[in-house]
Nanobody, 124 residues
């Protein structure tokens, strides 16, 4: 399974960005999908996760109400709409996939496949 994340960039505080992750090489509709982020000098942290059908979602408290995860199984894509961005959202964002579980894991260890990351910078 290959994952390609894109859509990062530089945005001002309060702005929006939409990240996307394209999957190939597997059966996308069978994967739990997640987004994580890693700021300089910090550990990788959970952002959001979505079940296979796109019905169940889980968000980190820090992004609840501002970010929205969605998926299009016909296009093998998962998206992360980020609104009301804050400087503390600055990080490299990674998409991740897990084909063997239905659990919306908040730990990076719960995901078998990772994209290369896309950088998000929020200026104050």
């Amino acid at each position: 399974v290959q994952l390609q994340a894109y859509g990062g960039g530089l945005v001002q505080t309060g702005g929006s960005l939409r990240l996307s992750c394209a999957a190939s090489g597997g059966t996308f509709s069978r994967y739990v999908m997640g987004w994580f982020r890693q700021a300089p000098g910090k550990e990788r942290e959970f952002v959001a996760a979505l079940n296979k059908s796109g019905v169940r979602r889980n968000y980190a408290d820090s992004v609840q109400g501002r970010f929205a995860i969605s998926r299009d199984n016909a296009k093998n894509m998962v998206n992360l709409q980020m609104n009301s961005l804050k400087p503390e959202d600055t990080a490299v964002y990674y998409c991740a996939a897990e084909p063997t579980s239905t659990y919306l894991n908040r730990s990076p260890a719960g995901y078998s496949y990772w994209g290369q990351g896309t950088e998000v910078t929020v200026s104050s």
